[in-house]
């Protein structure tokens, strides 16, 4: 291809991209792009960019043409840290209730839901559970029960569109634990029902070792480890822990993995 021809082509998306099918556009400029040579992309590389980036398609536009569609509009990143001690207390509570509203297909951060917890049964931090979370006494005391958290939850997810039934979403774990014990088991001790939501669920270890033909004995540290990835934040900070789900998650997509439910219905 020409320089001349190359040109030519850019002007055509260039003046036809109103008119150009939405859904094609990417393509366009990816089939565009790949012909181009290097000195004629270097210079018009940005003029593409600006033109789609008016007609609605800017850096999601790269984003969703670096890997394939995911099954979910958006994953809810959710890691609870929870009252413990050595050796472990009855029941435990959950004290950090985080959410990260994933986009599912740019695989970047849209919202986050993010209190602490009053604990009722065990509302003094022991030494273990501040050292491990980080989380100390006056950042629990006063704050909303489980209750009144799980109420705030479900206006949120109807705030974020996230209950229309058009709209498909999932929550990602590291691990079982959250959804499958935690959640329902304090639930349970405290009379509240389980929204539906709560009740599917993809485990991140099963799924990066799907991808990654092994498994992740030490959780998020061997995920980042495996994926060369920094950690984010402290280790056993709720917050960011879903900071590293989802920067890994993002990783793994980028690679074309697809992520599926793995939790069994209840």
Same mark, same amino acid.
């Given at each position: 291809?020409?320089?001349? *021809?190359?040109?030519?082509?850019? /002007?055509?998306?260039?003046?036809? $991209?109103?008119?150009?099918?939405?859904?094609?556009?990417? =393509?366009? =400029?990816?089939?565009?792009?790949?012909?181009?040579?290097?000195?004629?992309?270097?210079?018009?590389?940005?003029?593409?960019?600006? !033109?789609?980036?008016?007609?609605?398609?800017?850096? *999601?536009?790269?984003?969703?043409?670096?890997?394939?569609?995911?099954?979910? @509009?958006?994953?809810?990143?959710?890691?609870?840290? $929870?009252?413990?001690?050595?050796?472990?207390?009855?029941?435990?509570?959950? #004290?950090? +209730?985080? #959410?990260?509203?994933?986009?599912? =297909?740019?695989?970047?951060? %849209?919202?986050?839901?993010?209190?602490?917890?009053?604990?009722?049964? @065990?509302?003094?931090?022991?030494?273990?559970?501040?050292?491990?979370?980080?989380?100390?006494?006056?950042?629990?005391?006063?704050?909303?029960?489980?209750?009144?958290?799980?109420?705030?939850?479900?206006?949120?997810?109807? !705030? %974020?569109?996230?209950?229309?039934?058009?709209?498909?979403?999932? +929550?990602?774990?590291?691990?079982?634990?959250?959804?499958?014990?935690?959640?329902?088991?304090?639930?349970?001790?405290?009379?509240?029902?389980? $929204?539906?939501? +709560? !009740?599917?669920?993809?485990?991140? !270890?099963? /799924?990066?070792?799907?991808?990654?033909? *092994?498994?992740?004995?030490?959780?998020?540290?061997?995920?980042?480890?495996?994926?060369?990835?920094?950690?984010?934040? =402290?280790?056993? *900070?709720?917050?960011?822990?879903?900071?590293? #789900?989802?920067?890994?998650?993002?990783?793994?997509?980028?690679?074309?993995?697809?992520?599926?439910?793995?939790?069994?219905?209840?």
């Amino acid at each position: 291809v020409s320089d001349a *021809s190359g040109c030519s082509m850019i /002007a055509l998306l260039h003046t036809g $991209a109103a008119r150009f099918p939405q859904n094609l556009l990417p =393509r366009a =400029r990816q089939a565009v792009c790949s012909l181009l040579p290097a000195g004629v992309l270097k210079g018009y590389g940005s003029i593409i960019s600006r !033109k789609l980036a008016s007609h609605g398609f800017g850096a *999601s536009m790269a984003a969703m043409s670096s890997f394939p569609p995911q099954r979910y @509009h958006y994953f809810l990143v959710l890691d609870f840290e $929870a009252t413990c001690d050595k050796p472990q207390i009855h029941p435990q509570e959950i #004290i950090e +209730f985080p #959410i990260l509203k994933l986009n599912g =297909r740019t695989m970047e951060i %849209e919202s986050t839901f993010h209190m602490y917890v009053q604990p009722v049964v @065990h509302p003094q931090l022991t030494p273990f559970c501040t050292e491990l979370t980080g989380i100390i006494q006056g950042m629990v005391d006063g704050q909303p029960s489980l209750q009144q958290v799980l109420e705030r939850v479900d206006e949120w997810m109807a !705030k %974020e569109g996230l209950l229309d039934p058009s709209v498909k979403s999932i +929550f990602v774990t590291c691990g079982d634990w959250d959804l499958k014990v935690m959640l329902p088991g304090q639930c349970q001790y405290l009379g509240l029902p389980v $929204a539906d939501y +709560f !009740k599917q669920w993809i485990n991140l !270890k099963k /799924a990066y070792s799907f991808a990654m033909g *092994s498994w992740p004995k030490n959780g998020l540290l061997d995920m980042n480890k495996g994926l060369n990835l920094q950690h984010i934040g =402290r280790p056993h *900070s709720g917050i960011d822990d879903c900071k590293n #789900i989802a920067n890994i998650m993002k990783t793994l997509a980028h690679r074309g993995f697809i992520f599926k439910q793995t939790s069994k219905p209840f």
